[in-house]
């Protein structure tokens, strides 16, 4: 049986991780649960964190973001993670190996959507990409993505964004990235070499300061704390 850490996680059992609209609907729900009273439950998966290895070990860094993992469920491969942007701008196109549906919980980004991911592959010239969609996503926001789009987002220092990610669909996803005009694919877990890995894996001080930053930067953006000095 799976562990929620809220009862409202339940509705994920409900997704249809091939339909966007059925992502959306549903992750809206597990969101609204995690940042109702200032953000309470985000924050006490946050300090339960650095007590879970399974978890700890999915923590990665990387030029332009960290990623914390709040929660996961072994049986159906779905995630709860936590994107902390430092405001590095990347212009960095690339698809997904899973779908998944996100929430702004501070600050904002840019986030260009440049349409299906036929055809995207080693040979796309990036800066030829024009966005079919371009939109300012702010505190709030929430938006479903099938895995076979291909999106960028670049974010102002300090957002905050709650990521629930489905079942991966493929092994792979492709980046480009449009200064330096190199393209690269990224894998899974499973499939990465232990080198690889320790490239961004978060040693034990750089997860305790990943989580200490978020804890601060989600308390500065609370709904409970703003309302007070309305």
Known sequence: MTDYPHPDFAVLAEIDWDDTESILTHATVVFDALTREGNALVLDLLERLPAQPALTGMCEGYDFMRKLVLWTDPDS??????????????????????????????????????????????NTDPAALKPLLAQRQRPGDTFALHHASVHNVCADPGTVSMILRGPAAKTRFLIHDTATRAQFHVYGAAQETAATRATKQLDAASLATAVGDARNLLLAHSPVKDAAHD
């Open 77 to 122: 491969d779905v995630r709860l993670r936590l994107h902390l942007y430092s405001g590095r701008h990347t212009e960095r196109p690339h698809n997904h190996r899973w779908p998944f549906s996100s929430r702004i919980v501070r600050g904002n980004y840019q986030h260009n959507l440049y349409g299906s991911d036929t055809g995207f592959d080693e």
